[in-house]
């Protein structure tokens, strides 16, 4: 049920990413780059392919509680199940949401979210790979209480689906509103590194819960909101994004010489490092005024070029969902694996690197003898038009990456 509304909701959510963006070339004011909206759209969609085999996870462990441990049975079809359902399950989002910004492990995996530089409804899309792991514990208390799975399920999807509309500049204050319920003024505090503005407003749904719990923050006209992380990514490989928060506690935990640190710096607040390890590893503190934005040149052509393959992983992706409900576990597990590797080398490809032109001539060289191997036989000449469209596009690839050198040194956006 959950990739079938994803579908559903995928062609509202570009049509309203198109109307943002046209608003915001009116108003001479857009916040897309087409590196970072590619960005957050791949990572959307690793999300949600992941999610396959998360949600067996995730919502599995929900089933076998509720099966296991309710107190009572509500029905699914009361109208107050679903109300009380919902109010409780933003009321655990807040606390979920929180967690994922104040223990380490937890923000590793919420970090995904919160990379972007820019503030607009492709960042909506940008949701981690990993969370599958830890949210289901926050959500335990409704599955004792007796809210049935599908109940679950729908108010999840209504909570995240209201979130969507809520990552715009375009829309200011909005009085008592931002008062009682998340939305882009209180959400962009949320998408801050401002010291006034971090760690505030957690809501989904309701912003009371900020209020009740002392975390609100209303955005203020003489404080302007600066987005992204204070540890920032640099980069536009998806996979990168996913680990990258990970593989900096796995390495503080390593470097710590007592046990107990070793430990700790999973758990603490994002940010904390063992005072040995700071020491010997120093990182310059989080400065303000020396955020940049990250930024790499890309040819136009080239640019296009990955705009081009980003639908086209898109509308595999979309066959990937509504195909492998009835696979069995090692073919999805290839087609999930292809997918992150079509969307890490279209990523290496943004950040304009020479050795990616390499790396996506043998993608698509791949995919075509994949597909002429799947679609040729009996279709007549299904074979060669697929081998010319691949040869098209390695010589467009080419051609557009013709000016790229090596390695460059990372480039920053005005
Ligand atoms: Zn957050
Ligand atoms: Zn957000």
């Known amino acids: 049920m959950y990739e079938?509304?994803?579908?559903?909701?995928?062609?509202?959510?570009?049509?309203?990413?198109?109307?943002?963006?046209?608003?915001?070339?009116?108003?001479?004011?857009?916040?897309?780059?087409?590196?970072?909206?590619?960005?957050?759209?791949?990572?959307?969609?690793?999300?949600?392919?992941?999610?396959?085999?998360?949600?067996?996870?995730?919502?599995?462990?929900?089933?076998?509680?509720?099966?296991?441990?309710?107190?009572?049975?509500?029905?699914?079809?009361?109208?107050?199940?679903?109300?009380?359902?919902?109010?409780?399950?933003?009321?655990?989002?807040?606390?979920?949401?929180?967690?994922?910004h104040e223990v380490n492990v937890l923000w590793a995996a919420h970090v995904v979210h919160h990379q972007s530089e820019e503030f607009n409804l492709s960042t909506a899309l940008r949701q981690t790979g990993t969370s599958y792991l830890f949210s289901w514990v926050f959500y335990v208390p409704m599955a004792v209480l007796g809210f049935p799975p599908a109940l679950l399920l729908g108010v999840g999807l209504i909570d995240l689906l209201y979130q969507f509309w809520i990552h715009t500049e375009h829309i200011g204050s909005l009085g008592v509103f931002d008062r009682l319920f998340a939305s882009p003024?209180?959400?962009?505090?949320?998408?801050?590194?401002?010291?006034?503005?971090?760690?505030?407003?957690?809501?989904?749904?309701?912003?009371?819960?900020?209020?009740?719990?002392?975390?609100?923050?209303?955005?203020?006209?003489?404080?302007?909101?600066?987005?992204?992380?204070?540890?920032?990514?640099?980069?536009?490989?998806?996979?990168?994004?996913?680990?990258?928060?990970?593989?900096?506690?796995?390495?503080?935990?390593?470097?710590?010489?007592?046990?107990?640190?070793?430990?700790?710096?999973?758990?603490?607040?994002?940010?904390?490092?063992?005072?040995d390890v700071s020491e010997r590893y120093p990182k310059a503190p989080f400065q303000l005024s020396a955020v940049a934005k990250f930024d790499r040149p890309l040819p136009t052509a080239l640019a296009v070029y990955c705009v081009v393959q980003s639908v086209l992983v898109l509308g595999l992706g979309t066959h990937f969902l509504a195909v492998v409900p009835g696979w069995a576990t090692a073919p999805t597990v290839a087609y999930l694996a292809w997918l992150v590797l079509c969307l890490c080398v279209i990523g290496g490809l943004i950040e304009g690197r020479r050795g990616y032109l390499w790396a996506e001539t043998l993608r698509v060289a791949a995919f075509g003898v994949i597909a002429a191997a799947i679609v040729g036989v009996g279709v007549p000449f299904a074979r060669e038009v697929i081998g010319l469209i691949s040869l098209v596009m390695i010589a467009w690839l080419w051609a557009a990456g013709r000016s790229l050198s090596g390695r460059?040194?990372?480039?920053f956006a005005a």
């Not at 640190?261 to 999973?266: E, M, N």
């Not at 460059?408 to 480039?411: G, I, L, R, S, T």
Request: no cysteine; proline share 4%; net charge positive.
């Open 408 to 411: 460059d040194a990372p480039q």
């Open 4 to 100: 079938k509304v994803i579908l559903w909701a995928t062609p509202a959510f570009f049509l309203l990413i198109a109307i943002e963006i046209v608003v915001g070339w009116r108003r001479r004011r857009s916040q897309y780059r087409v590196a970072d909206a590619l960005n957050s759209i791949a990572l959307g969609q690793m999300s949600t392919y992941i999610g396959v085999f998360g949600r067996i996870i995730s919502f599995g462990l929900y089933v076998l509680i509720y099966e296991k441990a309710r107190v009572v049975t509500l029905d699914s079809t009361s109208v107050w199940a679903w109300i009380v359902g919902l109010l409780l399950y933003d009321f655990l989002y807040y606390w979920y949401h929180r967690f994922g």
């Open 185 to 275: 003024s209180n959400h962009r505090v949320h998408h801050a590194v401002n010291d006034r503005y971090v760690d505030r407003n957690y809501g989904g749904l309701l912003i009371v819960w900020d209020r009740l719990f002392g975390t609100f923050q209303p955005e203020l006209r003489e404080e302007p909101v600066v987005y992204g992380t204070r540890d920032p990514l640099h980069s536009w490989n998806p996979l990168w994004a996913n680990l990258h928060s990970y593989a900096g506690i796995a390495r503080d935990s390593w470097h710590a010489r007592a046990w107990g640190d070793k430990l700790r710096v999973w758990i603490k607040h994002p940010g904390w490092r063992p005072l």
